[in-house]
């Protein structure tokens, strides 16, 4: 798409200097509802609207066509735009540079950055949490269009109260304008509350560099010093040899921090609950640890349904940033079992594990299986059963990372941090062992394969002792554009399977 109006753009340009008639025209988004907004959620909206874009009437839309057409420039941007909203990005140095000349900025940007941290020097210590904790509940009211900051509650998982994932990037460079702290794009992620990160604010500016005010407006995999992890995963990708890269990070995973029991680690419970309500059991998901992995992959399903089921997604051991990571599969699999007992405190559940985290959720099924906790049922999204297998394991690798390089968003942190961590994954997968297991399993299938040929799913197209069912898609979207479907695709089974469909 951006190619294509890249071309229109250099057509309009190439005739016009040609002496030949031609406009392109840059388009906002139209009031009338198309097929590239069907879409948008009411949060998408919002969005567009705090950024400052409005939408066309038919009307208006007619009337700049007729104006882009009689200008003396080939190429058009007809956007109309809110210069009220304008503003307060100007003013927190947020103002995207396309717009820098709609609204005032000079020395803006300077001025904004790390206005919190100024503020945080001329206060007493004791003070200062409650100040950032303040901010950041502003900033999330803000992101949300709450009235205000109070309806943000200190203790309460952000992606609970609808924060997504692009959310979640705005909130990390208003912080970062705020603070001029390098932050990460998956801040409200690893920091799943407003005190969470907070906290984190708080420590980062203890050990923030005198004089280091840029805004934080980097890019967190950015390569500032030569060659790194990310830039040769991104090479291999080029060159058509992603798949022999994941044996690398696998080794060079042996080298992270680890914890060898139980007892070291000592993090709270992993689990965000996303959603709330309706009839037991409750759903607990477990993320791929592929990069761009984490509980946000479960959202769009968890308010899918919204007031019929509660759902809690877990992070994955060692996937918070510092965090040590597990020695041994085992281990994993024991962090993660303690949770679960923990966020589901005695009721009734269902584990549900997308892509590779569907291996950790079978094992992770029967482990509790063994101590007389099991789940009532597994349900796995779109996991290649082929997956353990060194082939199969780089083949696939390399279509994941593929597509993720495509997808090139700010909101999946392909650094070096997370390709480690999902290299320490693939290394413990060869631990891995396949059991029979008593609980009901529910294999949710793509139908566009992530790849093709008869390897697929080790020859086999579902579990041998669990029900099927395809939904439309590719692997991504089932947890994405298809999520809806696959939420209903896991409704229908508890009701109509284990007959889970009395309210709690």
């Avoid at 839309?61 to 735009?81: F, I, K, S, Y």
């Avoid at 004089?211 to 990708?237: E, I, K, Y």
């Avoid at 007031?307 to 992070?315: E, H, N």
């Avoid at 040590?324 to 589901?344: C, Y």
Wanted: proline residues 6%; contains cysteine.
């Amino acid at each position: 798409y951006a190619a294509a109006n890249s071309f229109l753009d250099a057509l309009a340009q190439r005739r016009r200097q040609e002496g030949l008639p031609a406009t392109a025209i840059a388009w906002g988004a139209w009031e009338r509802q198309s097929e590239l907004t069907a879409g948008l959620s009411e949060a998408d909206r919002e969005r567009i609207k705090r950024v400052g874009l409005v939408a066309l009437s038919d009307e208006r839309g007619m009337e700049l066509l007729d104006r882009a057409q009689a200008l003396a420039q080939p190429v058009a941007l007809a956007v109309p735009l809110d210069t009220a909203a304008l503003r307060p990005l100007a003013r927190a140095g947020l103002l995207p540079p396309l717009l820098s000349g709609v609204v005032r900025t000079q020395g803006r940007r300077s001025e904004a950055a790390g206005t919190l941290a100024r503020r945080l020097a001329s206060i007493p210590e004791v003070e200062r949490e409650a100040v950032v904790l303040m901010a950041v509940r502003e900033h999330v009211a803000a992101i949300l269009a709450r009235s205000s900051p109070e309806e943000i509650e200190p203790d309460r998982a952000l992606l609970e109260i609808g924060l997504d994932s692009l959310g979640a990037v705005e909130l990390r460079n208003r912080l970062a304008a705020a603070t001029a702290v390098q932050l990460p794009p998956t801040l409200a992620f690893d920091h799943p509350t407003p005190k969470a990160i907070a906290v984190y604010l708080l420590d980062s500016l203890a050990g923030q560099k005198p004089g280091s005010t840029d805004g934080g407006q980097v890019d967190a995999a950015a390569s500032p010093g030569g060659l790194t992890f990310r830039t040769l995963v991104s090479h291999a990708h080029r060159e058509g040899r992603a798949a022999e890269i994941a044996p690398l990070l696998a080794q060079a995973s042996e080298f992270h921090p680890s914890f060898r029991s139980l007892d070291e680690f000592d993090e709270p419970p992993l689990g965000t609950q996303i959603s709330t309500g309706g009839a037991l059991p409750r759903l607990i998901c477990i993320p791929s640890f592929v990069v761009g992995g984490g509980p946000h992959q479960f959202v769009r399903i968890a308010r899918a349904l919204e007031g019929r089921r509660g759902v809690t997604a877990l992070s994955l051991p060692g996937f918070r940033r510092g965090g040590p990571l597990p020695a041994s599969w085992g281990l994993a699999v024991d962090v993660l079992a303690r949770s679960v007992l923990e966020v589901v405190a005695g009721d009734p559940f269902v584990l549900v594990g997308y892509s590779s985290g569907g291996v950790l959720a079978h094992s992770l099924t029967a482990k509790l299986e063994s101590e007389g906790a099991a789940p009532q049922g597994l349900v796995m999204i779109d996991l290649d059963l082929d997956l353990p297998s060194e082939e199969g394991m780089g083949e696939i690798f390399s279509n994941i990372m593929g597509r993720l390089f495509e997808m090139d968003h700010e909101a999946i942190a392909i650094d070096d941090d997370h390709l480690i961590k999902m290299g320490a994954y693939i290394r413990l997968l060869s631990e891995w062992q396949r059991v029979s297991l008593d609980s009901p399993e529910l294999m949710l299938r793509a139908s566009e394969a992530l790849r093709t040929g008869p390897a697929r799913n080790g020859g086999s197209a579902e579990w041998p002792s669990g029900d099927t069912v395809e939904i439309a898609g590719d692997h991504f979207a089932l947890v994405a554009d298809s999520a809806e479907a696959t939420a209903e695709a896991i409704e229908a089974w508890l009701v109509t399977r284990l007959r889970c469909g009395e309210e709690a």
